[in-house]
């Protein structure tokens, strides 16, 4: 399929699957969007936001640690389709 193509998969690339996570801290909520996934081909160096499409909305909430504690998120820079899509090192 075009995802396919996109990312250029090959038999025994490795691909790593990330899902986008909203936080809000007022509301002390976190959701995970799993309708819109970014796949990663670290093999090729390239990414791509793949859209699940014909599905319902599968955002999900997210468990967050209790009032005082504080809230991290890692952050990763995988470049984008401008740059000719490779992954920054």
Do not use: W, Y
Request: negative net charge; glycine residues 8%; hydrophobic residues 40%.
């Amino acid at each position: 399929d075009a995802d396919t193509l996109i990312l250029d998969v090959q038999d025994g690339d490795e691909l790593i699957v990330f899902c986008l996570v909203t936080l809000d801290r007022e509301e002390h909520q976190a959701s995970a969007n799993l309708l819109a996934p970014i796949v990663v081909n670290m093999s090729r160096g390239l990414a791509h936001q793949v859209i699940l499409e014909g599905q319902q909305d599968l955002r999900r909430p997210l468990p967050m640690p209790p009032s005082g504690k504080g809230v991290t998120a890692d952050v990763a820079v995988l470049g984008d389709r401008r740059r000719g899509g490779r992954a920054q090192q």
